[in-house]
């Protein structure tokens, strides 16, 4: 017969780590913004070394232990 805590055991259902799918967002996002503000350049350039700043910010929070330390802790 199974005990107690074998028969509360439910397994949580699997979601999918959204935050790797992010830079399915900035591919698109980086093009488009050379392409449609090819006519101001000062703007075109700050928005998107401002977009690319921020995907390399998320890349480097990804691969460091903060990140590591925080999805140990939800588990």
């Given at each position: 017969?199974?005990?107690?805590?074998?028969?509360?055991?439910?397994?949580?259902?699997?979601?999918?780590p959204?935050?790797?799918?992010?830079?399915?967002?900035?591919?698109?996002?980086?093009?488009?913004?050379?392409?449609?503000?090819?006519?101001?350049?000062?703007?075109?350039?700050?928005?998107?070394?401002g977009?690319?700043?921020?995907?390399?910010?998320?890349?480097?929070?990804?691969?460091?232990?903060?990140?590591?330390?925080?999805?140990?802790?939800?588990?």
């Open positions: 017969m199974a005990s107690a805590d074998e028969q509360n055991f439910r397994r949580e259902p699997k979601k999918p959204f935050q790797f799918f992010v830079p399915l967002i900035y591919a698109p996002i980086l093009p488009l913004i050379r392409i449609t503000l090819r006519h101001r350049p000062v703007v075109r350039d700050r928005l998107f070394f977009v690319l700043a921020g995907a390399l910010a998320h890349g480097v929070y990804l691969v460091t232990d903060l990140y590591d330390i925080e999805s140990k802790g939800n588990k």
